[in-house]
């Protein structure tokens, strides 16, 4: 199969990403099985909450703001909330925090394998 389609509905079944915290869901959705090229779609959506241990990236990332908003945060402080149709990087190496005060949802692309598909 040359493209893969997946229905926007899909982003309210987003999982719950348990180690990260109570209120972040993560669901890759989308990827290439190519170890040497890895690139993986995903949705992310974050509630109101305890703010979730901010991961250290170990992978280039992009994303944009689908809905809601969401404050990111890097280890040097610097931080912005993002709205629909801000968009994002994040480079390998840095560590970010996401917090939000209502919710968002995000469609991130990221150079790594997908977790399961």
Same mark, same amino acid.
């Given at each position: 199969?040359?493209?893969?389609?997946?229905?926007?509905? #899909?982003?309210?079944?987003?999982?719950?990403?348990? #180690?990260?915290?109570?209120?972040? $869901?993560?669901?890759?959705?989308?990827?290439?099985?190519?170890?040497?090229?890895?690139?993986?779609?995903?949705?992310?959506?974050?509630? +109101?909450?305890?703010?979730?241990?901010?991961? &250290?990236? #170990?992978y280039?990332?992009?994303?944009?703001?689908?809905?809601?908003? !969401?404050?990111?945060?890097d280890?040097?402080? &610097?931080? +912005?909330? !993002?709205?629909?149709?801000?968009?994002?990087v994040?480079?390998?190496?840095?560590?970010?925090?996401?917090?939000?005060?209502? $919710?968002?949802?995000?469609?991130?692309?990221?150079?790594? !394998?997908?977790?399961?598909?």
């Amino acid at each position: 199969m040359v493209f893969k389609h997946r229905s926007s509905a #899909e982003k309210f079944e987003i999982q719950l990403l348990a #180690e990260a915290g109570p209120n972040v $869901y993560f669901t890759d959705l989308v990827g290439s099985k190519d170890d040497a090229n890895p690139i993986t779609g995903s949705w992310f959506r974050l509630e +109101k909450g305890p703010v979730a241990i901010p991961p &250290q990236y #170990e992978y280039d990332e992009v994303g944009i703001i689908i809905e809601g908003t !969401m404050t990111l945060e890097d280890e040097t402080g &610097q931080q +912005k909330t !993002m709205r629909a149709g801000d968009t994002f990087v994040v480079h390998r190496g840095s560590t970010i925090k996401f917090t939000t005060d209502d $919710y968002g949802i995000a469609w991130k692309c990221s150079a790594r !394998m997908p977790s399961k598909l």
